[in-house]
């Protein structure tokens, strides 16, 4: 079986979650490990059996036998490797949000329009069963025209306390659904006002709220609360309601789906994202990064998402981020 060579630069806990995927897809093998950090390569190095270990990833991106990268390092350190990595001629995974700033991912996105190699932002709800049958729904009209979309993405404040000196909510886990509502609209967002509130007093605040009215008139909210009790039984508190003129589409993607009570209390595990199944990594992100890697195998664009497509969800949460600081509405070009 022909096999991908592949290659991760930032071996944070997502990084390392693209590891376990990784390893086990058949056609690919995790051929090299990228981080600054020593003693973290060592660790994963050994874990994941990987002989070609790299603290630059300049160094990595020489090697010639390295055909395909992630990147999962902090999104305001996304555009200088994942540039340099299409110019070298390297297949290109990279972690949402596509950059920091709109200006980094105009720069992605050139950078990724000048080349033939396969390149893929990683929005994974795309690949989430319930959300791409949304998506199937919308397009065959069921639904007519969409007038009205609410999204709900909240974590507990233990998760939020690790994330929120690096990101914000809205932009954190609010790209996800920005991106889902433009999929499912085919439509631009044309101003955009938003709210947060800081709690602890971390460098971003814990709450966002975001309201988005599209040309067509349409609204769409965004909820994003990093600050659910600690005791909350799942890791993501996930929704959307999709209203139509002639339909509605209403996804839950947590509790009670699966629940286990334990002396502690009630647990309910990711059975969507990244769960263990007979002891592999699966779920969404296996699928996404299955499809990237066999785009790369046969030589073909990925479909699935854009970059062009990436860049306006940043542009709108940035937006967001924007109108919550100033208070005021803000239009989007």
Known sequence: MERVKYAVIGLGWFGEKHCEVLSAIPHVELYALCTRTEERLSDLSQRFGVQHTFTDYRKLLEDPQVEAVSITTMWDQHAVPTVAALQ??????????????????????????????????????????????????????????????????????????????????????????????????????????????????????????????????????????????????????????????????????????????????WHSPDTTYWPLLHGVRAGALREELSYFTQCVLEGKKCDVIQPEESMEAVRACLAAEESARSGKIVPLP
């Open 88 to 265: 070298a001629g390297k297949h290109v995974f990279l972690e949402k949000p596509m950059a920091s700033t709109v200006e980094d991912c105009q720069l992605i996105v050139d950078a990724a329009r000048a080349t033939d190699a396969s390149f893929m932002v990683g929005h994974i709800c795309r690949f989430n069963p319930r959300y791409a049958s949304a998506r199937e729904a919308i397009e065959q009209g069921r639904l007519g025209r969409i007038v009205s979309l609410y999204a709900r993405r909240n974590i507990p404040a233990w998760v939020g306390a690790s994330v929120l000196p690096k990101i914000g909510p809205i932009i954190g886990d609010g790209v996800h659904d920005t991106d889902l509502m433009l999929w499912y609209t085919k439509d631009r967002i044309q101003s955009v006002f938003a709210q947060t509130v800081d709690v602890r007093g971390f460098k971003y605040p814990d709450i966002g709220w975001t309201m988005y009215r599209f040309a067509s008139g349409a609204v769409g909210v965004c909820e994003n609360i990093w600050f659910l009790p600690d005791s909350t039984a799942f890791q993501i508190d996930e929704r959307m309601e999709i209203i139509g003129t002639e339909g509605s589409i209403h996804i839950h993607e947590t509790h009670p789906n699966f629940s286990v009570c334990d002396k502690d209390g």
